[in-house]
């Protein structure tokens, strides 16, 4: 048995630490608490990754590798300094599919420059076609995500006739591909038309999928990157990427998974489904009802004054109008005068999982006042006040009474149960799910017109004002 030497057992030694703290740092983002903790054990874990990388005996020259390690620093301080925390899903998208692009071309290289390796190892070509193929899938669908979330592509889902079919055919005919390289690695035409149909791929798997799926989408994004990760690593012969890849692909399905059933709905629903209002539903639902029930500034600020506990639901609104920070000096305010508040987050609320919770921590809300929706739904009957923030369909009662709704079944947080609730919206425009909300009607509901970060600082105004 040959032994190793001090730099190969060196290498061994910061990949296991490596892979030893980015599961430590998963394991702390399972909870509020631990989360930055978390994310502490995963960036030390991936600087001793670099540097067990660095140190391989393969790297003749580093002067590219420092250009790209400079250019990479600074690029990634810039999106760090300058995106705020309310374009974090559009910030993720894009990290994917630099992800995505990063692993396609390494596969490329791979592919080119070791070719006497592909003839002689079946794992070998297996893992590169998988590599570029999935690489090439994340690029372009992250890309479809981000131009979803940013509004550049529309987020109504863009369906044709037999698009699933199609899609399966892609699907198909690329893991033939795949399986012809293995039987003659040298076909190059296979290889980088497996690049090409991966790139087409990401865009028609994503292209008809709704704005309301963008954290379903999210999750899946973040399986592939970790999948095409992975199949570098065993390409590579790279154990961390390996370790890595595996971790972050399994845990973005799982999420993938928790989130849809968040949703009531099947992951392959979401993937497929086209997910918006059908004709029959959105007619159901327009139209002929009962007005809304539209207050003032001041009519808001009488409730807020006599309650004596509030749940606050943030949605995606409360993201669009940055109004984070605001709510978190609205409930400083109320608690001064001796209301008790919470907060009560929906696993799909926003564009990201935890999206609110990002947010909320971003403006320094406590963790403790931030409640799951199983732990603090059975609250909403005692309340005295829900304050809904730009949240729509995760507070829509159709879910619960409307058979005929496209969101019946999903699991909603029971903010019409207050003895009083107060929502703040833009306009009467409906959800991403293109249906009413049945709240707005409700005789216990005041909604109030407008930005959510000036009437919530109106609200603040006029209680320190009393």
């Known amino acids: 048995m040959a032994t190793l030497s001090i730099r190969d057992t060196l290498i061994q030694l910061l990949y296991l630490a490596a892979a030893i703290l980015f599961v430590q740092g998963l394991r702390g983002l399972g909870a509020a608490k631990s989360a930055r903790r978390g994310i502490l054990y995963a960036e030390i874990g991936m600087l001793f990754a670099v540097i067990g990388t660095l140190l391989h005996n393969d790297i003749i020259s580093y002067q590219w590798i420092l250009i790209g390690l400079i250019a990479g620093s600074a690029i990634g301080t810039m999106m760090g300094l300058w995106i705020p925390m309310t374009k974090m899903p559009e910030r993720i998208a894009l990290s994917h599919a630099f992800g995505g692009i990063a692993v396609a071309l390494v596969g490329i290289v791979e592919y080119i420059e070791h070719m006497d390796l592909m003839r002689e190892s079946t794992l070998h070509i297996t893992a590169t076609g998988l590599e570029v193929g999935l690489g090439a899938l994340t690029f372009t669908g992250s890309l479809m995500a981000f131009g979803k979330l940013q509004g550049v592509i529309t987020g109504k889902p863009v369906t044709f006739p037999g698009q699933n079919a199609s899609n399966g055919l892609l699907i198909a005919v690329t893991l033939g591909l795949i399986g012809y390289l293995i039987y003659s690695p040298d076909s190059a035409w296979a290889f980088y038309a497996i690049v090409v149909l991966g790139t087409v791929l990401g865009v028609s798997l994503v292209l008809p999928i709704g704005g309301a799926d963008m954290p379903v989408v999210i999750c899946l994004l973040n399986s592939y990157a970790g999948l095409a990760a992975a199949a570098t690593g065993f390409a590579l012969k790279n154990n961390v990427l390996i370790i890595c890849g595996a971790l972050d692909g399994g845990s973005g399905f799982l999420l993938g998974m928790m989130m849809s059933k968040a949703m009531n709905r099947s992951f392959t629903n979401v993937l497929f489904g086209a997910f918006g209002a059908t ?63 919470r907060y009560a987050i929906h696993p799909v609320a926003g564009r990201m999982p935890g999206h609110m919770n990002v947010l909320l921590a971003e403006a320094n809300v406590p963790y403790d006042q931030l409640y799951d929706l199983d732990l603090i739904n059975d609250e909403f009957t005692t309340v005295d006040v829900a304050l809904v923030v730009g949240a729509n369909d995760v507070v829509n009662p159709a879910a619960r009474n409307n058979k005929q709704s496209p969101i019946y079944g999903m699991p909603i947080l029971n903010a019409d149960l207050a003895r009083s609730v107060i929502v703040l919206k833009r306009s009467l425009n409906p959800g991403f799910a293109g249906i009413e909300n049945e709240l707005f009607v409700r005789p216990n509901t005041m909604l109030v017109l407008g930005d959510a970060k000036r009437t919530i600082l109106s609200f603040t105004a006029g209680l320190k004002a009393s």
């Open 279 to 341: 004709p029959e539903a959105a007619a159901a639902t327009a139209g002929g009802g009962p007005a809304p029930n539209v207050g003032t500034i001041d009519d808001s600020v009488e409730v807020l004054k006599s309650a004596r506990s509030l749940i606050v639901i943030p949605g995606y609104g409360m993201a669009v109008s940055q109004a984070q920070h605001a709510v978190r000096d609205l409930a400083a305010a109320l608690i001064a005068q001796g209301t008790s508040v």
